[in-house]
DNA sequence: TCTTCATTTGAACATTTGTTCATATGTTAA
DNA sequence: TTAACATATGAACAAATGTTCAAATGAAGA
């Protein structure tokens, strides 16, 4: 039951402290998006995504990348349920598919204007 | 002047969306921040703070790592000004230094919690 | 001054991550 | 069916990142 062995300076405000740690699950929830913004490349795209959807190749020259290169964090973005997409014909429409994240990205643009 | 040369599927939606794009500089910080926070340690340590300061040997007890691993990610987040410390003796305490970061986290775990 | 303790630092190492290239899938139009 | 095109995928490679370990710093008390 020890949290602190014999290393611990304050004993009850680590205790204190410890108790307001959301769950280890929700903490890697947090990491993931927090993570997917956290790359040029994929910041860029939900950006883009932000203003109306395009297309995998339209996207690519936004982002000044290969189709591939975009094809891959399209992946990743959709995996996480930040980004979704629909078929028309041949081509591939994504869009922003979480209202959350648009918050996040408009509060970090603030941040970082300010 | 040719943002797409050939390859692009829809030029005039491309040219709208590229004038949305924030400046590259801007981009840049926004990626700092979230990729400052999309690191479990890192998260795990600004959650801590986010209750009340701590010195280095603490954070290390909540956060089950060695001290020498929260002094490494605590310079990472001094230097982004996300974090502030204090010296008190031997002791340093660590504090949050950014109200902006406070709520992009209330933010996400608001997200993570619906 | 010497010792102790909290924190920092640097180098080394293992891991993760993003991009590239080549190839595969799947849709359209001929 | 075949050719052309948009997108996806897998393997390989290079670069970035986090942790560990050992050693250094700097403050307090003996």
Redesign the interface.
């Known amino acids: 039951m020890d ?2 062995a014999e ?4 004993e009850k ?2 205790r ?3 108790e ?3 769950q280890q699950e ?6 993931d ?8 490349s994929r ?2 795209i939900v ?2 995504l ?3 959807e ?2 995998v ?2 996207i ?3 982002c000044g990348q290969t189709d591939s290169a975009i094809s891959h964090q399209l992946r990743i973005l959709r995996t996480m349920k930040i980004v979704k997409n629909r078929r028309e014909g041949k ?1 591939i429409y994504y869009s922003i598919d ?1 209202d ?2 648009i ?3 408009h ?7 300010h």
């Open positions: 949290i602190c290393k611990c300076i304050n405000k680590v204190e402290t410890v307001t740690i959301p929700d903490i890697g929830q947090m990491v998006i927090f993570k997917a913004l956290g790359d040029p910041l860029k950006l883009a932000l203003n109306q395009h297309c190749c339209d690519a020259v936004i081509i979480d959350h994240v918050s996040l990205i509060m970090s643009l603030n941040h970082v204007r």
